[in-house]
């Protein structure tokens, strides 16, 4: 009796409302109405209108179809930048060095989180030019190489949610068939080539780091440039090469056992 009297000393009915909401919408597909939310809790669908109407706000939970509720990857996201991400970093690192050796070119490591695709580790290219994208930045997942990766290689509902988040963040855009046409073609093919749309001169080569199911877990990319007066570098058909070995050994360390073309 005492033991349960102290379990309720500090009890936060609304938290628990909340987190009541995160738990259900984690395990099913398709989100839920209100009124299916309030059945499977057994509560009447007025006690969540608020809690729901801040979660939407606060980016856990996005609203689908007109009135479905549908968890976002932001837990997700959240995790992402803790213990996990620091292994994958740890494990990168030294791919990311020979990368960089071999191609003589920059290279970056991003993740998707929180609406945006993230650049988490990057590597200088190895003699006087290199283009380097900061770790931190923030960088587009429509127009980018990396955001390509990154939505081409997840399932179509997950790629919904991506792109809900970061339009939640953004202006909003037209996607265009021709988009989601580009996103499956980078998946065939197996990476992303595409000239810069930020930067002259510059081409993203972009190919995805698996997990143990097949899907991205973080893009690898290399903003490649031209070197003109070193005839000996890589052409982009190697430097391809290099970045698509590198990303499967990546994908090998993090659990996957899909083959990743070569």
Do not use: C
């Not at 037209?174 to 046409?181: G, H, R, V």
């Amino acid at each position: 009796m005492a033991e349960e009297e102290d379990g309720d000393r500090y009890r936060a009915p609304a938290l628990d409302k909340g987190l009541d909401i995160l738990e259900l919408l984690s395990s099913v597909d398709g989100g839920l109405t209100q009124a299916e939310i309030a059945k499977r809790l057994d509560r009447s669908p007025n006690e969540f209108y608020r809690m729901l109407d801040r979660l939407v706000r606060r980016g856990y939970v996005t609203k689908i179809d007109g009135d479905r509720y549908s968890l976002t990857l932001k837990l997700f996201g959240l995790a992402q930048l803790h213990a996990p991400v620091r292994r994958l970093v740890s494990y990168a690192t030294p791919i990311m060095r020979e990368l960089a050796e071999t191609s003589w070119q920059a290279n970056q490591l991003v993740v998707f989180d929180r609406g945006a695709a993230v650049v988490i580790a990057q590597q200088e290219a190895p003699r006087y030019w290199g283009i380097s994208i900061r770790v931190g930045s923030h960088i587009s997942l429509f127009d980018t190489g990396s955001g390509h990766v990154l939505l081409a290689f997840r399932s179509p509902e997950e790629r919904k949610m991506m792109i809900a988040e970061h339009l939640q963040s953004t202006e909003q855009l037209n996607l265009t068939p021709e988009f989601f046409a580009r996103l499956d073609q980078v998946r065939d093919r197996g990476y992303e080539m595409m000239a810069s749309l930020q930067t002259a001169g510059v081409y993203n080569l972009s190919t995805p780091v698996l997990g143990p199911d097949g899907r991205a877990i973080a893009a690898l990319t290399i903003p490649y440039i031209t070197l003109v007066n070193a005839p000996t570098a890589p052409d982009i058909t190697l430097t391809i090469r290099h970045l698509q070995d590198a990303a499967a050994r990546l994908s090998q360390l993090a659990g996957s056992d899909v083959p990743q073309s070569s």
